[in-house]
């Protein structure tokens, strides 16, 4: 029982600083319709049709509302991904998209992309979590390089010297590519990791000693965030802070810190685990066209957008385009070593002299082949780990380029939907003015307890948008209320009336006359006209099909008198 309380204690204290605050996101990963749905059951029932218009309505004035940037995101993505010579697909000819005019239309796609972006509660990745992300290894450890130079730089550093304050704290490749990240996750793993750990064994004795003696000692855990929940205010006063969760990160080199730790738990099952990146999506424009394909009018490639789900952040060097995979340290080890005798063998025989002995030709052959086998395995454990990298990308990838952007604009309105639909729903249950911070509160309790999400809801960005429709009553200056349902009904109803104001003057004498003849051209009359008509003609047709039948059956009536009178004629033949 000692010996059991003294490994648990142990480990305790080799898994000290582990723990990582995450920041909840503002993303609410729910379905519109589950929302709604709970919502409403929130309400009395004899206001559930009322506030279910209210919805309806909302949606349909905000999709209208939207219409216009989606129109402008839709055009400015095709123009940032012209090809010369296809300038009149677009409405353009080669002299007005000159390259000025196209790098424009793309930095304005970009500003477009990240304005869209952030309405649907994306955040940019920053430096600190990518030193966070790229210090360690989950399960992803196949070594790659990012061959940055197939990326264009132009666009991106165009755009960024425009927006300094967007710039600001983002990675230095960022004038490459944007990582764009919503939600966090949790992704486990279970197993006895033997080549890990035999890589890991190799790495520890050979790579990092050597690395240190060279002056270029990297580290081994990057502990960027803080190890608890809490934040400490400007009076030193610390409370939790509901808007952040702490978790254990659990690599295989934080389980085994050292050559140490890794001999004892080397047969060992070991449980990993890792923060996860829910949704993912890159931006980056190549530097020159695909093969086989035209390049853009200032002679760049296409422009592409990608989107991935539940990257772990250790591995999200994962998601990156045009990577280098190189071999292992255990594949180099174990060929270096039969290159270094072949190569070894070969000087001593030209020492000796024994060269041009039949029996040192014989180890030469051998030799040589032997080098030839190391260089054709180091290619192969190549190729097998792009493939292997190939396969969890695959498994990880969503959509893509126009896909991946109808996506996107559908789930920024999805979003600001949602976030109005809650708060105004927790709003009119309460029937009470309530501050802010209250209804933050309310409605993060709801999802927490109706869903299980943690979420750091966006009330500024959804109490503004409701003042904006009237939904709300701002009272004393800190203090806000639901707009009572038939006031706010109204008010949907009215502003839903007048999208479009071309109402004829009820002054005009010829008022009556214009609504006439719309009356005429309306499309229920003409279908209530051609119902008519059909119908008659129908009366018509059944009249001709009764005349036919009745003089059908006279005839048939006749025959059979005709055939019965001819019973029993005798007929003769000659």
């Given at each position: 029982?000692?010996?059991?309380?003294?490994?648990?204690?142990?480990?305790?204290?080799?898994?000290?600083?582990?723990?990582?605050?995450?920041?909840?996101?503002?993303?609410?990963?729910?379905?519109?319709?589950?929302?709604?749905?709970?919502?409403?059951?929130?309400?009395?029932?004899?206001?559930?049709?009322?506030?279910?218009?209210?919805?309806?309505?909302?949606?349909?004035?905000?999709?209208?509302?939207?219409?216009?940037?989606?129109?402008?995101?839709?055009?400015?993505?095709?123009?940032?991904?012209?090809?010369?010579?296809?300038?009149?697909?677009?409405?353009?000819?080669?002299?007005?998209?000159?390259?000025?005019?196209?790098?424009?239309?793309?930095?304005?796609?970009?500003?477009?992309?990240?304005?869209?972006?952030?309405?649907?509660?994306?955040?940019?990745?920053?430096?600190?979590?990518?030193?966070?992300?790229?210090?360690?290894?989950?399960?992803?450890?196949?070594?790659?390089?990012?061959?940055?130079?197939?990326?264009?730089?132009?666009?991106?550093?165009?755009?960024?010297?425009?927006?300094?304050?967007?710039?600001?704290?983002?990675?230095?490749?960022?004038?490459?590519?944007?990582?764009?990240?919503?939600?966090?996750?949790?992704?486990?793993?279970?197993?006895?990791?033997?080549?890990?750990?035999?890589?890991?064994?190799?790495?520890?004795?050979?790579?990092?000693?050597?690395?240190?003696?060279?002056?270029?000692?990297?580290?081994?855990?990057?502990?960027?965030?803080?190890?608890?929940?809490?934040?400490?205010?400007?009076?030193?006063?610390?409370?939790?802070?509901?808007?952040?969760?702490?978790?254990?990160?659990?690599?295989?080199?934080?389980?085994?810190?050292?050559?140490?730790?890794?001999?004892?738990?080397?047969?060992?099952?070991?449980?990993?685990?890792?923060?996860?990146?829910?949704?993912?999506?890159?931006?980056?424009?190549?530097?020159?066209?695909?093969?086989?394909?035209?390049?853009?009018?200032?002679?760049?490639?296409?422009?592409?957008?990608?989107?991935?789900?539940?990257?772990?952040?250790?591995?999200?060097?994962?998601?990156?385009?045009?990577?280098?995979?190189?071999?292992?340290?255990?594949?180099?080890?174990?060929?270096?070593?039969?290159?270094?005798?072949?190569?070894?063998?070969?000087?001593?025989?030209?020492?000796?002299?024994?060269?041009?002995?039949?029996?040192?030709?014989?180890?030469?052959?051998?030799?040589?082949?032997?080098?030839?086998?190391?260089?054709?395995?180091?290619?192969?454990?190549?190729?097998?780990?792009?493939?292997?990298?190939?396969?969890?990308?695959?498994?990880?990838?969503?959509?893509?380029?126009?896909?991946?952007?109808?996506?996107?604009?559908?789930?920024?309105?999805?979003?600001?939907?949602?976030?109005?639909?809650?708060?105004?729903?927790?709003?009119?249950?309460?029937?009470?003015?309530?501050?802010?911070?209250?209804?933050?509160?309310?409605?993060?309790?709801?999802?927490?307890?109706?869903?299980?999400?943690?979420?750091?809801?966006?009330?500024?960005?959804?109490?503004?948008?409701?003042?904006?429709?009237?939904?709300?009553?701002?009272?004393?200056?800190?203090?806000?209320?639901?707009?009572?349902?038939?006031?706010?009904?109204?008010?949907?109803?009215?502003?839903?009336?007048?999208?479009?104001?071309?109402?004829?003057?009820?002054?005009d004498g010829g008022r009556e006359d214009a609504l006439a003849k719309y009356a005429n051209l309306h499309p229920d009359t003409v279908e209530a006209s051609l119902r008519d008509a059909l119908n008659s003609t129908d009366k018509e047709r059944a009249k001709v099909v009764n005349d036919l039948k009745a003089q059908n059956d006279v005839l048939t009536k006749e025959v059979g008198e005709l055939s019965n009178s001819l019973k029993g004629f005798n007929w003769r033949y000659s």
């Open positions: 029982m000692g010996s059991s309380d003294d490994a648990k204690s142990r480990d305790a204290r080799e898994r000290t600083n582990n723990f990582i605050r995450i920041q909840h996101s503002a993303h609410i990963p729910v379905g519109m319709n589950f929302l709604r749905d709970a919502a409403l059951e929130m309400i009395p029932e004899g206001d559930r049709g009322a506030v279910g218009d209210v919805i309806r309505m909302v949606r349909s004035l905000f999709h209208y509302g939207a219409m216009e940037k989606r129109d402008r995101v839709k055009k400015d993505f095709a123009l940032a991904n012209v090809k010369v010579g296809e300038e009149k697909s677009v409405g353009y000819d080669g002299a007005r998209l000159n390259p000025t005019a196209f790098e424009a239309a793309s930095v304005d796609f970009v500003g477009e992309f990240c304005t869209m972006m952030a309405d649907a509660e994306y955040t940019l990745l920053t430096q600190k979590e990518w030193e966070l992300a790229s210090a360690e290894d989950f399960l992803f450890t196949l070594p790659v390089r990012v061959d940055w130079s197939c990326h264009d730089k132009a666009l991106l550093k165009t755009f960024l010297s425009k927006n300094p304050a967007l710039a600001a704290g983002l990675p230095q490749f960022s004038e490459r590519a944007l990582v764009f990240k919503r939600g966090t996750g949790l992704a486990k793993a279970k197993g006895l990791f033997i080549m890990q750990k035999i890589e890991m064994l190799l790495s520890m004795l050979i790579k990092e000693p050597l690395l240190a003696i060279l002056g270029q000692k990297q580290p081994v855990f990057v502990n960027a965030n803080s190890s608890d929940s809490k934040k400490t205010f400007g009076d030193g006063k610390t409370v939790e802070d509901r808007n952040a969760s702490v978790i254990e990160r659990l690599t295989l080199r934080r389980l085994m810190p050292n050559i140490f730790v890794l001999f004892r738990k080397l047969f060992s099952t070991l449980e990993i685990q890792e923060p996860t990146f829910k949704e993912v999506v890159l931006l980056y424009r190549m530097a020159r066209p695909l093969d086989d394909d035209a390049a853009g009018p200032s002679g760049c490639g296409p422009l592409i957008i990608k989107s991935y789900v539940d990257i772990p952040m250790a591995d999200l060097e994962m998601i990156f385009p045009e990577k280098t995979v190189s071999v292992k340290l255990q594949e180099i080890i174990q060929n270096g070593i039969a290159i270094v005798v072949a190569i070894g063998t070969l000087l001593w025989a030209f020492v000796t002299g024994e060269i041009w002995t039949k029996k040192m030709q014989t180890l030469l052959i051998a030799c040589a082949g032997k080098l030839g086998q190391s260089y054709t395995a180091i290619n192969v454990a190549r190729t097998r780990y792009s493939g292997m990298m190939a396969k969890d990308l695959i498994q990880k990838s969503r959509n893509a380029q126009e896909g991946m952007l109808m996506h996107l604009l559908e789930s920024m309105e999805d979003q600001e939907i949602k976030e109005m639909l809650l708060a105004f729903v927790i709003l009119t249950v309460r029937g009470k003015s309530m501050t802010l911070k209250e209804i933050d509160i309310e409605c993060e309790d709801f999802l927490r307890n109706v869903f299980g999400v943690d979420c750091d809801f966006d009330i500024e960005g959804s109490m503004i948008k409701l003042l904006r429709e009237g939904l709300v009553e701002q009272r004393a200056g800190v203090l806000y209320a639901a707009t009572p349902l038939k006031t706010a009904l109204a008010l949907l109803d009215n502003k839903w009336d007048n999208i479009f104001d071309y109402n004829v003057d009820a002054v």
